[in-house]
């Protein structure tokens, strides 16, 4: 949540978080948050 909020990009932080891929990364974040990486500001 926090590297999102600073602006990077949902690729990017799903490689620095250890996701291969940035589908299985927002399927993740969305079970835990409830919202889509992409509707983070």
């Given at each position: 949540?926090?590297?999102?909020?600073?602006?990077?990009?949902?690729?990017?932080?799903?490689?620095?978080v250890g996701f291969y891929d940035?589908?299985?990364?927002?399927?993740?974040?969305?079970?835990?948050?409830?919202?889509?990486?992409?509707?983070?500001?």
């Amino acid at each position: 949540m926090k590297l999102l909020k600073a602006g990077i990009s949902g690729t990017e932080v799903a490689h620095q978080v250890g996701f291969y891929d940035q589908a299985h990364f927002s399927k993740a974040f969305k079970a835990t948050y409830g919202v889509k990486p992409s509707q983070i500001n």
